[in-house]
């Protein structure tokens, strides 16, 4: 490994991320996966991946003479946060922390200042879900994990329990040639059975329209009278493919961090944006998240 290198993983590891990987701002893998699931309409309602196809084929058009894609991969807690009466959200969400999107480029641009100690003129950018980028790819590219059957990127000895990130720079980076790791699913299914809708259609292939983790986070209208037993008692998002994935590790304890769906239910939104502004739940405000635990609640008749 080249010593700037060693020095970014170094870094990297040293400010909690679990991986680090290295590539070209070429065409990424999967890009004609990609396109051909747009082209099958399984991207619900959301109209902007269909956006910047161009940019998502050419990374160096988000940053001229972009040399370097730096993929990092950051842990996400793998016990669930539950309300004091047992309802739950996503692992990802972790509501008693500063969204992931501004505490990851924080610790992203002491990388930065790395590279630039090394190549003061260079420029910089860090994506963090802020770019049309193919995240998952890139870092499939970069030989840090693997496309699982249920689209998510896995780490063989970590699980997929991730958030991700970039930085492009034009720094003068020796580029290895990683070899992009084999999936590693076998034969296994466990993820596409645990799937409650039937979002996940086969391998590889997920239908936003009936993902939970969708329809409860960016879907603007209620999830549906239909599909509200698949809930659960589980609110904002869904980890059901992740919590059945042999690599990931089991952690069956919960952690209570949230305050009852009631409190929900009655909190104003004076209230919400003092508890919850800075963290995941901001992104798809106390509306819709109240309707979400309507929704949850709805099974065992307990509706507001």
């Given amino acids: 490994m080249h010593p700037l290198h060693s020095r970014i993983v170094e870094k990297a590891r040293s400010l909690g991320f679990v991986a680090a990987g290295f590539t070209g701002p070429g065409r990424p893998l999967f890009f004609d996966r ?6 099958e309409g399984k991207n619900a309602d959301m109209a902007w991946l269909r956006r910047n196809l161009g940019v998502r084929e050419n990374p160096a058009k988000i940053l001229r003479n972009c040399r370097a894609v730096i993929s990092l991969a950051y842990p996400y807690p793998a016990r669930k946060p539950e309300t004091v009466d047992g309802f739950s959200v996503a692992r990802y969400a972790n509501p008693v922390a500063e969204d992931y999107h501004t505490r990851l480029k924080r610790l992203c641009s002491e990388l930065v200042s790395l590279i630039k100690e090394n190549d003061p003129g260079s420029r910089n950018r860090i994506c963090v879900d802020s770019a049309p980028l193919l995240e998952r790819s890139m870092a499939a590219a970069a030989g840090i994990g693997f496309i699982g059957k249920n689209n998510l990127l896995i780490i063989p000895d970590h699980g997929s329990y991730l958030y991700l990130a970039e930085i492009l720079t034009t720094a003068a980076i020796p580029l290895p040639s990683p070899d992009p790791l ?24 997920i239908n936003a329209s009936r993902c939970l983790s969708y329809l409860t986070v960016e879907h603007k209208r209620d999830v549906g009278a239909d599909l509200e037993p698949t809930l659960g008692k589980c609110f904002f998002g869904c980890d059901r493919c992740q919590e059945v994935c042999p690599f990931n590790r089991q952690s069956p304890a919960s952690e209570v961090v949230m305050p009852s769906t009631d409190g929900f239910l009655g909190m104003d ?4 944006e003092r508890d919850f502004g800075r963290t995941a739940f901001a992104r798809t405000g106390l509306e ?8 949850a609640r709805a099974p065992d008749g307990k509706t507001l």
């Fill in 269 to 272: 939104e004076e209230t919400f």
């Fill in 34 to 39: 990609f396109t051909a699931w747009l082209a």
């Fill in 288 to 295: 819709k998240l109240k309707g979400n635990i309507r929704a």
């Fill in 182 to 205: 084999s999936n590693l699913c076998g034969a296994c299914s466990l993820c596409l059975d645990a799937c409650p809708t039937g979002a996940l259609e086969r391998p590889f292939a």
